[in-house]
């Protein structure tokens, strides 16, 4: 039986729609113009328990919203949405007690307080027993290097340091469903990668379903077997990562700057036989792009060094706008 | 465990961070005592030649001063303004997840405060302002065993009012009008500034059916030992029936107010 179902799920924000000027701010004392924005606009999904699902989606795309109706935060305005059997922005009191949430942008510590305090004061709020308390306390110190921190007030954390600490308030309570709303955004590489192994150490061996938005692919990859996504209030695709990534996201590029100017031509002369696509740039610097299955990296950077002379190349991997938008063609297409 | 130890925490957190504004509360502590002593020569100014006003005696009204100001920063809360950037900045968010009641939560996390100001703000206040004007003590037989009490039922009464009108901001997305017209409520018919004897009869009639002079003149009277017994009690039970109405009228609102939330983007 699914965890955490979804059907239809809708929120339409009404926004006052402003007019310029004086005689604009005039009209608009007399007659409002409202204009309904579908954040979230029938969505329909159903995760087992035990699974880590990345909800991705570009900014705008309705993510916040969802987990925050997920969570108990918003009223839906349509559908229905159960986690474990309760509806939760009815039942918020039950609710939040079984469920564990970080937004990346905010925290659930207080500023003042140390952080020590203030888990304490979570403690209490969750009525967590003491033994279960500082065994737990004692695991997160430990796994996420917590040690030092404990003592400083939260306004004084770094981001980095700020978010381990708020994975661990997450956590206290020991809840079955964990959402985790950008966790890593605005982390170092290094903060990042503890992160994701604290994410998926906490999933094998509490058996948490974890729900994970991001706009960085890398954390769907290191976490997710599945994903959802969703642009402008829809869902878009629902299934394997596996699969959405050789099907969909087709389009990389290659950044490559050079020595001596080349144009097109020349580019074009040199990458003979290769199906790639130039997408502006040069003389110096040139942007290439290419299709999983039509060409490959190491083909290209092969030709460029053997007949230009490079000075520099980058591998960007595809940006979730990019997926977001082959998704889409597929979707034309077939 | 259980509730009550969540409720205690609050009061915890209240009380932990003020302790991290020290320096605001030493400010704060000079402001009062500038207040204080405005009025005392403002009504020094008053009372030459007079013997009494308002039915209130240039000592009993030094007295009624310096224990009101204390005593407001006792009972002043922050609910309404911390409702209101809660709404607008979004953070709001976080104390829904947390498993509470969210008008209990204010109320004590408030409470937390205002132990921390009794103790470093009130106390000092009447220590200092008694060594410079003159201050009585408490009168009468009950003065000064139900005096605390009203003033802590004072406390509970005033956090309904903000709380109440912290949760327009869920309406209008910012309650700083709302906010300063409560504010101005308060400081006027609470009695703070000058006891409702002062006001026409009409105003003072009118001002029976709110709850806006429970909040310092009721109690004060009751230091000052100014009612008789009946009276005292009458004033206490009508400040216990406030607080319910008002708590009650914040559960109602909240349902409401739930549903206008919008938060959007991160």
Redesign the interface.
């Known amino acids: 039986m699914p965890i955490i179902e979804a059907a239809n799920l809708a929120k339409h ?1 009404r926004t006052f729609r402003r007019r310029s000027g004086l005689w604009g701010s005039f009209k608009d004392l007399v007659n409002r113009k409202y204009e309904t ?1 579908r ?1 979230v606009d029938g969505v329909s999904f159903a995760i087992e328990p035990g699974e880590m699902v990345g909800y991705i989606g570009a900014n ?1 795309a309705g993510k ?2 969802t987990i ?1 109706m997920l ?5 839906p305005t349509s559908g229905r949405v159960a986690v474990r059997g309760l509806v939760p ?1 009815r039942q ?3 609710h ?2 079984q ?1 564990g ?1 970080v ?6 510590l ?1 500023w ?2 140390a952080v020590i ?1 203030a888990l ?2 979570l403690q ?4 967590v ?1 003491k033994a279960d308390f500082e065994a737990r306390l004692k695991k997160f110190e430990e796994v996420l290097g917590l040690g030092d921190l404990l003592n400083i ?1 939260v306004r004084k954390l770094s981001l980095g340091q700020r978010m381990r600490c708020d994975l661990a308030a997450s956590l206290l309570h020991n809840p079955p469903v964990l959402f985790l709303d ?1 966790p890593t955004i605005g982390l170092d590489i290094a903060v990042k990668a503890s992160v994701r192994d604290f994410i998926r150490e906490i999933n094998r061996e509490y058996g948490t379903t974890v729900i994970l938005t991001t706009h960085d692919l890398s954390d769907i990859e290191r976490l997710c077997r599945r994903v959802i996504m969703i642009d402008r209030g829809r869902l878009i695709y629902d299934g394997e990562l596996k699969s959405l990534k050789e099907q969909a996201v087709g389009a990389r590029r290659l950044v490559v700057d050079f020595v001596l100017p080349v144009d097109r031509a020349g580019l074009q002369r040199a990458l003979e036989g290769c199906p790639v696509e130039l997408e502006g740039g040069g003389p110096f610097r040139w942007e290439i792009s290419f299709r999983r299955g039509q060409a490959n990296a190491p083909e290209i950077i092969g030709l460029l060094m053997s007949r230009l002379e490079v000075r520099d190349l980058e591998l960007e991997e595809p940006r979730i706008e990019e997926v977001v938008r082959e998704v889409y063609r597929r979707e034309r297409a077939g | 465990m259980g509730r009550l130890a969540k409720y205690w925490a609050f009061m915890r957190m209240g009380y932990l961070t003020y302790l991290a504004y020290r320096f605001q509360v030493l400010m704060n502590f000079v402001s009062y005592l500038l207040i204080i002593a405005l009025n005392y020569f403002l009504w020094k100014a008053v009372y030459s030649g007079h013997r009494e006003i308002a039915g209130f005696t240039m000592e009993q009204m030094m007295t009624y001063v310096v224990i009101g100001w204390s005593a407001r920063t006792f009972f002043a809360n922050r609910i309404d303004r911390m409702i209101g950037d809660a709404v607008r900045d979004g953070s709001i968010a976080m104390d829904l997840l947390k498993p509470t009641n969210f008008q209990l939560y204010h109320y004590f996390r408030a409470f937390g405060r205002a132990v921390f100001m009794f103790l470093f703000m009130t106390l000092p206040i009447i220590v200092v302002a008694s060594l410079i004007f003159p201050v009585s003590l408490p009168s009468g037989k009950l003065g000064p065993y139900l005096f605390p009490l009203s003033v802590i039922l004072s406390f509970f009464l005033h956090a309904g009012i903000s709380y109440l009108t912290g949760l327009v901001a869920f309406f209008t997305r910012n309650n700083e009008g709302v906010l300063r017209f409560k504010q101005l409520l308060v400081e006027v018919f609470s009695g703070v500034m000058i006891p409702i004897t002062f006001f026409p009869d009409w105003v003072q009639n009118a001002l029976f059916w709110l709850p806006f002079k429970y909040i310092a003149y009721a109690p004060l009277r009751i230091y000052l030992g100014m009612e008789p017994l009946s009276k005292v009690h009458q004033g206490v039970l009508l400040q216990i029936m406030w607080i319910v109405i008002i708590y009650l009228a914040g559960q109602v609102l909240w349902h409401y107010a739930i549903r206008r939330l919008e938060i959007q983007g991160g």
Do not use: C, M, N
Not at chain 1, 103 to 108: V, Y
Not at chain 1, 124 to 127: A, K, S
């Open positions: 924000f924005v954040a705008g916040s919203t925050k969570t108990g935060i918003l009223v922005h918020r009191y039950q939040v007690k469920i949430v937004f990346g942008q905010r925290t659930q207080w003042d307080i305090e304490r004061l209490r709020i969750y009525e027993p007030p950008e």
